[in-house]
Antibody, heavy 123, light 108 residues
Framework: QVQLVESGGGLVKPGGSLRLSCAASGFIFSDYYMNWIRQAPGKGLEWVSYISSGGSSIYYADSVKGRFTISRDNAKNSLYLHMNSLRAEDTAVYYC????????????????WGQGTMVTVSS | SYVLTQPPSVSVAPGQTARITCGGNKIGSKSVQWYQQKPGQAPVLVVYDDSDRPSGIPERFSGSNSGNTATLTISRVEAGDEADYYCQVWDTNNSHPLFGGGTKLTVL
């Protein structure tokens, strides 16, 4: 079935680095834009980054620009988020989400989400 | 920058109708999505393009959008509808999505 599975979260010290992965299955991964969206404990959803289907177009939230790098490997059906210079405020569950228009000509929505991976930044 | 405003909480008795609002400047000119998130789970898309439902979402979930307010309506509320609900639009200026702060729906 259509599925996204994140991995790579954990405990890291401030200033440290971490790489998150998202494995896709059940759909043609290379056809879709992909996003990382995070949720701090007890807080709402915050968009982090986006990458186009071929990887040529990338955007970041201002809060992570210059520190995080999104990438994808369509041959491996995988999405990545490289996180450097981590701060306490980056502590959150990180979700990968598929972006898709559900109808032709419609607005994109996040129609498939992974289960999330927890990143904790603490000394 | 564009801001989406949701009430922090809404309470409703089982069988009644819940209405969750999402306010934004001229939000009626944008397309609104709604996501349901139950505790410990990932969000699930329940309404897209203001009022359409993805496959598998009950007809009890409906949406509307006009002026400065979008509304998610849940009819015949069930205990299983208890969750956080988030509205989302696209900030076309910055080409990225914006989420509302979320509304916790409590079924009394």
């Amino acid at each position: 079935q259509v599925q996204l599975v994140e991995s790579g979260g954990g405990l890291v010290k401030p200033g440290g680095s971490l790489r998150l992965s998202c494995a896709a299955s059940g759909f043609i991964f290379s056809d879709y834009y992909m996003n990382w969206i995070r949720q701090a404990p007890g807080k709402g959803l915050e968009w982090v980054s986006y990458i186009s289907s071929g990887g040529s177009s990338i955007y970041y939230a201002d809060s992570v620009k210059g520190r995080f790098t999104i990438s994808r490997d369509n041959a491996k059906n995988s999405l990545y988020l490289h996180m450097n210079s981590l701060r306490a405020e980056d502590t959150a569950v990180y979700y990968c989400a598929r972006e898709s228009p559900l109808i032709v000509g419609g607005t994109d929505a996040f129609d498939i989400w992974g289960q999330g991976t927890m990143v904790t930044v603490s000394s | 920058s564009y801001v989406l405003t949701q009430p922090p909480s809404v309470s409703v008795a089982p069988g009644q109708t819940a209405r969750i609002t999402c306010g934004g400047n001229k939000i009626g000119s944008k397309s609104v999505q709604w996501y349901q998130q139950k505790p410990g789970q990932a969000p699930v898309l329940v309404v897209y393009d203001d009022s359409d439902r993805p496959s598998g979402i009950p007809e009890r979930f409906s949406g509307s959008n006009s002026g400065n307010t979008a509304t998610l309506t849940i009819s015949r509320v069930e205990a299983g509808d208890e969750a956080d609900y988030y509205c989302q639009v696209w900030d076309t200026n910055n080409s990225h999505p914006l989420f509302g702060g979320g509304t916790k729906l409590t079924v009394l």
